[in-house]
């Protein structure tokens, strides 16, 4: 089946510094991949859509600026939390969908825990 | 764009019970619709899904269900186990091409022993 790599699965940083998780898909090429954030007990929230080769698409009341996402391959997104605060402290999850397949099925990364001193 | 209802937030049942979990969606165009189990930090992972051009589909213990006309769609877990103890969310989106699935809130099951 299809694997989707995130990294790393925990991290813990101190106030005003910058943090970049990595998302790979390791046995199939991703046109699109998603970054979700999710709080304790509750839904995924998706933050923005990463296209390879181009802008990232931003959900509303995300920050661009904060949140950098680059999509540089088919197989690697990444997202770059900047200047990061305790707020910031939650578990982030990568999604990619697969170039070909038939059913547009989702595959999710082990997700990254985030906390902010 | 799309909106998921999902509900109950919280079920919680008697191991061998059967568990029901209901979405409902608002986008006609809608025409794949997967459910994924989360564990407690792990992650989502594709349980079951249907397309529209079905009804119901079943694999071994759970199922799915759909009812295009009303736009709902449920999730049946039967002879439940502890080990079915999880958050199941369920989504809607169209199938292939450039799409973004839309996700319930989430049910936490608790199967007790």
């Known amino acids: 089946g299809a694997v989707v790599s995130q990294h790393p699965s925990w991290v813990i940083c101190k106030s005003g510094t910058s943090v970049k998780i990595e998302c790979r898909s390791l046995d199939f090429q991703a046109t699109t991949m998603f970054w979700y954030r999710q709080f304790p007990k509750q839904s995924l929230m998706l933050m923005a859509t990463?296209?390879?080769?181009?802008?990232?698409?931003?959900e509303q009341g995300v920050e661009k600026d904060k949140f950098l996402i680059n999509h540089a391959s088919l197989t690697l997104s990444t997202l770059t939390v900047t200047s990061a605060h305790p707020e910031d402290s939650s578990f982030y999850i990568c999604s990619a969908r697969r170039l070909a397949g038939p059913t547009g099925e989702l595959f999710f990364g082990e997700g990254s825990r985030l906390t902010v001193l | 764009g799309e909106n998921v209802e999902q509900h109950p937030s919280t079920l919680s049942v008697q191991e061998g019970d059967s568990a029901v979990i209901k979405c409902t969606y608002s986008d006609s165009a809608s025409n794949y619709f997967p459910w994924y189990k989360q564990e407690l930090g792990k992650r989502p992972q594709l349980i079951i899904d249907?397309?529209?051009?079905?009804g119901e589909k079943k694999d071994q213990r759970i199922a799915v269900t759909l009812n295009k006309t009303a736009k709902h769609f449920s999730l049946h877990i039967t002879e439940t186990q502890p080990e079915d103890s999880a958050v199941y969310f369920c989504a809607a989106s169209m199938a292939g091409g450039s799409y973004i699935p839309t996700f319930g809130r989430g049910t936490s099951l608790i199967v007790h022993p």
């Open positions: 990463s296209n390879e080769g181009s802008k990232a698409t931003y």
């Open positions: 249907i397309r529209s051009n079905v």
